[in-house]
């Protein structure tokens, strides 16, 4: 058939009138009322906006404000809840590379934008309650010496929670959402949250317990090689840091090396364990009963190993093990956390260098990083001690 302008054309023109001149059907919102023609042919230079481009300016996680929070002086901008990267890797026992992890999370976050973060399953925008986030960059930590990369990562927690949040009416002591780092890191945070928020309780989402005892992880040859990504747990509850009877690991599934030294010793240090396939029979509701009734009292840390994901949802990581849950049905259990009085929280175990094309991990791990902070706005008002 040949094509008629003469003919077509006119009708077209209707098609698009039609569409600016029917009124509105009642109760949906028009927002531009203009034909798709008015609107893009005639942008002039007051027309164009450089406010709104969803991939503008530096990375930062979610284009969150960037503030020098490590610095030691007085009058930095005030937070209250602070991202922070630890560029950590050395405590790994597989494959290394999380030390590129926070790099690899805020790469994965480029989509997330405040203004437009309305969650439809919690039914409220995290970054528009009562709490201003801002991104304070990577924690300088060192290569060559596990033991001062932790006390240096302490010493910034500290420097960040100890300023006064800027709402002080909710909380005066600012939150922080650590991207790691391989899970070593963890314990960094855990000396610090004890100045603050007293002992916490410790839901561990995870495929590996990591309390493991330091003569069976690392072989305990020496002090230094006590603290690693599996054994951090333990030491934290050596240290009197969290609870030992409202804790819970979240999604285990990684063989043990024995089963009642470890298991026995899980137990001591004060952990219940949901395993991975226990959600074949209790469905993403009765996981989430089970971690309110273990660890809903007090004040909570939550410690997201991207590993608790399955291998395929989740490739980019050091020690990935089969047979763990999707995205969807983790971000479904942390969403169904919500009324828990969550004062910190991480993501950690990013490899980016085994992550695939399509940034799947990274990706991943920025949606986990907002559920988190979702959490921690919920609760705005928690006992500090
Ligand atoms: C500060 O937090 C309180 C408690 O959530 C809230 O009611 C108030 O609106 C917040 N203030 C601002 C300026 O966001
Ligand atoms: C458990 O923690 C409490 C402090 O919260 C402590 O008094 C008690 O000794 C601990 N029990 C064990 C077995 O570590
Ligand atoms: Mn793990």
């Excluded at 039914?123 to 528009?128: A, E, I, Q, R, V």
């Excluded at 899970?183 to 855990?190: N, R």
């Excluded at 983790?330 to 169904?336: H, K, P, R, V």
């Amino acid at each position: 058939m040949k094509f008629h302008p003469h003919i077509f054309l006119p009708f077209l023109t209707a098609a698009i009138a039609r569409e600016i001149t029917f009124p509105p059907v009642a109760g949906i919102k028009r927002y531009n009322t203009q034909s798709p023609l008015q609107r893009y042919g005639s942008a002039s230079d007051e027309d164009v906006s450089l406010e709104t481009d969803p991939m503008d300016g530096l990375t930062s996680f979610a284009h969150l404000p960037h503030v020098s929070c490590f610095s030691a002086a007085a009058d930095v901008e005030s937070y209250d809840i602070a991202v922070i990267g630890a560029p950590f890797d050395t405590g790994t026992s597989y494959r290394p590379g999380a030390r590129f992890g926070p790099h690899g999370i805020r790469d994965g976050s480029r989509r997330i934008r405040p203004l437009h973060s309305w969650n439809m399953y919690t039914g409220y925008n995290p970054f528009l309650q009562w709490a201003k986030a801002v991104d304070c960059g990577d924690a300088p930590l060192t290569f060559v010496d596990n033991t001062v990369a932790m006390k240096q990562l302490e010493k910034a927690h500290k420097i960040i929670s100890n300023r006064l949040a800027t709402n002080i009416s909710a909380s005066e002591v600012p939150r922080i959402l650590m991207l790691g780092g391989d899970h070593t890191v963890t314990l960094a945070a855990l000396r610090s949250t004890i100045n603050h928020w007293g002992i916490v309780n410790v839901i561990h989402f995870d495929s590996h317990i990591d309390t493991w005892d330091p003569h069976a992880v690392g072989g305990g040859v020496s002090d230094y090689a006590a603290v690693n990504h599996g054994t951090f747990l333990h030491i934290a509850h050596e240290e009197g840091l969290i609870s030992n009877d409202s804790s819970i690991h979240v999604g285990i599934r990684a063989p043990l090396g024995t089963r009642h030294r470890d298991l026995d010793n899980d137990a001591r240090c004060g952990f219940d364990i949901i395993k991975a396939r226990d959600i074949d029979e209790l469905g993403v509701k009765g996981i989430i009963e089970r971690i309110r009734d273990r660890a809903g009292d007090g004040n909570v840390y939550i410690t997201v190993d991207i590993d608790v994901l399955d291998p395929a949802y989740a490739p980019a990581t050091g020690t990935a093990e089969p047979g763990g849950w999707s995205t969807r049905e983790l971000l479904s259990i942390i969403d169904g956390l919500s009324g828990l009085k969550v004062i910190g929280a991480d993501v950690v175990e990013v490899a980016p260098a085994y992550d695939n094309t399509g940034e799947t991990t990274c990706i991943a791990a920025g949606e986990i990083a907002r559920s988190l902070i979702g959490l921690m706005v919920d609760v705005p008002v928690v006992a500090s001690s």
